[in-house]
């Protein structure tokens, strides 16, 4: 760090905010845990290192946690990437929309969801029924309690992580680009495979990291869903906490983890995020990734005329079907993104006392039952206000740390991207064992400020895994532009920067956001009788009996998220104020 | 304050052990409840929670004044991490019997104050006894649950018929051994190989994941909350399967129709404790002490059906009602009382039998993936 400029200090304490979060809110609860699994009966011990590393299930469990995680990665990158791109090249006008419906599956608590998947893949269930009735199938299929199942839940709540970072990504590319390609003589295919595809690398990497990251913390999902064998790292460490009290070794367990994935985020790093001044991502080369390579690559092509022409053979053969298959997957995806939602639509309209589907009839007793209840109301607004709240600070101190990041060139700066993604690879359980020592130590135990540095570091990792996709390959020039003109850094960086990253922005923040409204572990750590969160008081409904009133509240929420949609429309309609002038 | 509690604590002994007419000892220990301030409850929320509302701390609320708080259940790991903070969730807790041995070992829990109780009260304790640190909360069994229409014509009467795949054809469930102690399967499976009740502890690990593999093929779901017992039989993914009494009632009085047979049912309690550091004691104590009246214990085995603690209780609960109790005097002998002190002993490998159970559990998964 010696030699560094003026600039580089500047940029480095942009990392400031986030630093001083990350070490109160998160590196304090790591050395707890930390701490926890050397000690055992009071004294310092390597028992739980020494159980854990003598027993096979242990690796046997932690293998199977990786391999479903990356299985679950590399699902939701083949059937995401044809989706973004479809909405990103076909679809354009209709991306909000879609973009939002794709977030629906976070509208619902996870005990209702995958009852919801059940009644669709259960024995008597929708599709066999379905599949029956055509005369397809005599027999009814096994389409959940098995790791079908597992997949399906997992696939279905984390696609959305893929999708977003990616179609951000694919908006970015500039459409002139793909012109110039055509231009130099690249047909669809090729232009395609050279100028496409790597400029929306970034959106993919960004995607696939928090796709794996999430899933490694799985396991509500495959236990509720899948074959018992489907059994991951973060249900033995969640059983060593909760019913065993065993504290040593899970957290034991999660520091293997948080070493063993840090090392492999370590190892990947280059292709998840880039950073000022590796190779891939100097501003020279950003510029070349982003107008000379497709010439380049194109006329490369041009030069090989067996490729070109194979390309182009593949391309011309695909050409006329490219458009339909691609809708065609398009719908059957949003299908099965939207089809639980449609079941949890019908069982909060149920008149039935308990959960049953279908429904033998309809009624709005079960929406009456939540007006009611002045707790769920009550959960419901600290429940909002909080992850708001948690959201806002999360982008507010997560996007000068991308940027530091991004821009800025010192030392150790791989190392502090891990310490932001971090908070993502511990189990959230652990998170919270550590997080509630930390704040009753602090003073701040059930505090609601106790809930939103809790949810602020759970967010960040987000934030910085889709803005740092977003400026690592982001065309600086524009912004030097911006300043040769004239402007002074922030000005540039809200008229040139901002515009340019929004779909990132609104994607960080729904995300950090979501991560916030949806826990329930950590809650849990943290509640007090000033304090108690919406996702709490269904956990506490259902674990004995499954009401509809749950199903009701996810129903509440997708009105929610209809109504933001539509506001935005009915702006455009209404005649502009000011006209904003852009270069 | 606390002067003055402790004087009120004084007369209320006094009064009980002095020559008072027995009638009138039961009216001057609840006087003896008065108080102020608040006491933060656990709550379990659902139907459960409404019974606790509706005859617990409404009167206790109304009679002593005190405020009552209801807190979101946590489970039992959370709950001892809470108080190793020295900051406890609640004031008074509930704690499953399986967890309660390890909570009292270490000297998590502050002794009961029997002092506002009416002596009367604690002797009722007959099937769980109220102990130095735990009172029993209510009583609960797993037991065999199966759809009434499938066997119409011959109902499943013991954990032997739901491995008899002859007679009792269709999809099984039983609870994911990850449940320990409160899902039974491992005591189940050993019933249902032929082991005699009292020779189920200590639990032969080997013979009960042998019992297991017989079944294996025909569990359509292992489950893993009691809510899924049950909703796995009103779906029909499974028809024959555990559950506890309670949720099949539950579920019945909403429609379905769940038949479950007592015999072998797995008898096993939640206790309510006052943990260590709790900053309400007083008022915990008061309010644990108002729980032990057959009165109240009786109100709320009318609202969801686990038995009462205090068997005085059932001098207040009508004889139908009774009879779906599961400490209802008919049907308790044919019931087994889970053994907690095994659960909680550590055996030769140096484990308890908690931990034994979701260590065997995690190899069997993994060995018969």
């Known amino acids: 760090m010696g030699g560094m400029t003026g600039r580089d200090r500047q940029r480095a304490a942009l990392l400031l905010p986030a630093l001083l979060l990350l070490a109160l809110g998160f590196l304090a609860p790591l050395a707890t845990v930390a701490w926890t699994s050397l000690r055992r009966a009071g004294h310092f011990s390597l028992a739980a290192y020494a159980e854990i590393l003598a027993s096979p299930v242990f690796l046997d469990i932690l293998l199977r946690t990786l391999w479903m995680a990356v299985l679950v990665t590399a699902l939701c990158a083949a059937l995401g990437y044809p989706f973004a791109y479809c909405v990103a090249t076909r679809a354009r006008r209709h991306a909000g929309l879609i973009m939002a419906l794709v977030t629906v599956p976070y509208l619902t608590s996870i005990l209702i969801r995958s009852y919801a998947w059940v009644a669709i893949l259960g024995g008597g269930g929708l599709v066999n029924r379905t599949l029956i009735a055509l005369g397809l199938i005599e027999d009814p299929l096994q389409l959940v309690f098995n790791s079908f199942g597992s997949y399906v839940g997992m696939v279905h709540i984390l696609l959305p992580m893929m999708v977003l970072p990616l179609y951000a990504a694919m908006r970015r590319i500039d459409g002139a680009l793909l012109l110039a390609g055509r231009g130099l003589g690249g047909g669809p295919m090729p232009v395609f495979v050279t100028v496409f595809l790597p400029l929306s690398l970034p959106g993919l990497a960004a995607g696939s990291a928090l796709v794996f990251l999430s899933a490694l913390g799985f396991y509500i999902a495959p236990a509720l869903l899948g074959a018992p064998g489907d059994y991951m790292l973060a249900q033995a460490i969640e059983v060593r906490v909760a019913t065993l009290a065993e504290f040593d070794v899970a957290a034991g367990l999660s520091c293997i983890l948080l070493v063993l994935v840090g090392g492999f985020l370590m190892l990947f790093r280059r292709r998840i995020v880039s950073l000022a001044d590796d190779p891939a991502s100097t501003p020279a080369r950003v510029v070349g990734v982003a107008g000379l390579r497709p010439a380049c690559a194109a006329s490369a092509i041009g030069a090989v005329p067996g490729l070109r022409a194979a390309l182009n053979a593949m391309g011309d053969a695909v050409a006329p079907l490219a458009g339909p298959l691609l809708h065609l997957h398009g719908a059957a995806l949003l299908v099965f993104m939207l089809a639980p939602m449609l079941v949890v639509v019908l069982i909060a309209c149920s008149s039935a006392p308990y959960l049953t589907f279908p429904p033998p009839g309809y009624s709005w007793r079960w929406f009456m039952a939540l007006l009611d209840d002045a707790n769920w109301l009550e959960a419901a607004w600290f429940s909002l206000t909080v992850s708001t709240a948690a959201a806002v600070a999360a982008l507010a101190i997560g996007t000068p740390f991308a940027f530091g990041l991004a821009r800025g060139r010192f030392g150790g700066r791989r190392l502090l991207w891990l310490l932001a993604v971090s908070p993502m690879i511990l189990p959230h359980i652990v998170i919270g064992l550590g997080l509630f020592f930390t704040f009753v130590a602090l003073g701040l135990n059930g505090h609601p400020v106790s809930f939103w540095l809790a949810y602020t570091v759970i967010g960040l990792p987000y934030v910085v895994i889709i803005l740092l996709s977003a400026l690592g390959r982001f065309d600086v020039d524009l912004e030097r532009a911006a300043a040769n003109l004239g402007a002074a850094p922030m000005t540039a960086f809200r008229t040139v920067t901002l515009p340019l990253l929004a779909a990132s922005f609104v994607t960080a923040f729904l995300f950090a956001f979501l991560s916030g409204f949806d826990d329930l572990i950590i809650g849990l750590f943290l509640s007090s009788p000033r304090g108690t969160t919406l996702a709490i008081r269904m956990w506490e409904d259902i674990r004995l009996e499954i009401s509809p009133k749950t199903a009701v509240v996810g129903v509440v929420q997708l009105g929610v998220l209809l109504v933001a949609m539509t506001l935005p429309m009915l702006r455009t309609m209404l005649p502009r104020r000011r006209v904003r002038t852009e270069a | ?369």
Request: aromatic letters at 10%; a positive charge.
């Open chain 2, 1 to 369: 304050m606390r002067l003055d509690l402790s004087r009120r604590r004084l007369l209320a002994t006094a009064a009980l052990s002095g020559a008072v007419a027995g009638l009138a000892r039961p009216a001057i220990a609840q006087n003896s409840l008065r108080g102020t301030g608040s006491v933060i409850v656990h709550f379990g929320g659902g139907s459960m929670g409404e019974a606790q509302r509706i005859a617990y701390s409404e009167p206790f609320q109304a009679e002593t004044g005190i405020r009552v708080i209801h807190q979101a259940g946590v489970a039992a790991g959370v709950q001892r991490a809470a108080i190793l903070a020295g900051a406890p969730k609640h004031d008074v807790a509930n704690i499953s019997g399986g967890s309660m041995a390890a909570f009292e070992q270490d000297g998590l829990l502050q002794p009961v104050d029997y002092g506002y109780w009416a002596p009367q009260n604690r002797a009722g304790y007959d099937l769980v006894p109220a102990s130095q640190f735990n009172v029993p909360a209510m009583l609960y069994s797993m037991v065999v649950a199966f759809d009434q229409q499938r066997y119409a014509s011959r109902a499943p009467e013991s954990w032997a018929d739901l491995w008899n795949l002859r007679d009792f054809p269709g999809r099984r469930t039983l609870a994911a051994g990850t449940n320990a102690a409160d899902g039974a399967s491992y005591e189940i499976a050993l019933l249902a190989d032929g082991v005699k009740p009292e020779d189920l502890y200590p639990i032969d690990w080997e013979r009960a994941l042998r019992s297991l593999d017989r079944l294996r093929a025909d569990v359509v779901k292992w489950w893993a909350n009691g809510a899924e017992s049950v909703q796995l039989q009103v779906d029909r993914q499974a028809t024959i399967g555990s559950a506890w009494n309670g949720r099949i009632d539950g579920a019945n009085e909403q429609g379905a129709r769940i038949g479950k047979s007592w015999n072998q049912g797995i008898l096993q309690w939640a206790g309510w404790a006052i943990p260590r550091g709790a900053t309400n004691s007083e008022n915990a104590q008061k309010y644990i002490a108002f729980m032990s009246r057959p009165e109240p214990q009786a109100r709320f085995s009318e609202i969801i059906t686990y038995g009462p603690t205090n068997a005085l209780a059932f001098n207040h609960i009508p004889a139908e009602r009774a009879a779906l109790l599961p400490t209802a005097p008919a049907v308790k002998d044919r019931q087994i009382v889970q053994n907690y002190t095994f659960w909680n002993t550590v055996d030769a490998s140096g484990q308890t039998g908690l931990r034994r159970a979701i260590a065997e559990w995690e190899r069997w998964i993994a060995a018969r993936r």
